[in-house]
């Protein structure tokens, strides 16, 4: 059950800019967080889309980042294994040594989901 595993076998692209993060990720239906949800229908869990939101971004800037704050989220449609999940990511300095981070989720031109987080 590690992400950062998972994350390094999912990934299709990775591009990092001092402020930005493209990614393409594919999973392929046998990831630990399909288990159970839902069975005959996995999807990915809006959590673990967060998370892996905030691993991307870590990864750019070179550090772990830790997630103080999720200040919007909205979850349009469910997906689950065997779709590319294309993460537009930016990136911008917020008070006291946080990271604001903005993302956007899409696969096959269709909006998955959008949310912004703080971290630090």
Do not use: W, Y
């Amino acid at each position: 059950m590690n992400l950062n595993h998972t994350l390094d076998q999912a990934t299709v692209k990775f591009d990092a800019a001092p402020q930005a993060v493209r990614a393409t990720l594919c999973f392929a239906g046998s990831e630990f967080f399909f288990e159970g949800h839902f069975p005959g229908d996995p999807i990915v869990p809006a959590v673990i889309q967060i998370d892996i939101a905030l691993r991307l971004a870590g990864r750019a800037l070179g550090r772990t980042l830790a997630l103080r704050e999720v200040t919007r989220a909205v979850f349009k449609q469910p997906v689950g294994p065997g779709r590319e999940l294309n993460f537009d990511i930016e990136l911008r300095p917020a008070e006291q040594d946080l990271t604001r981070i903005k993302c956007g989720i899409s696969s096959g031109g269709n909006s998955i989901a959008e949310f912004a987080l703080r971290a630090c």
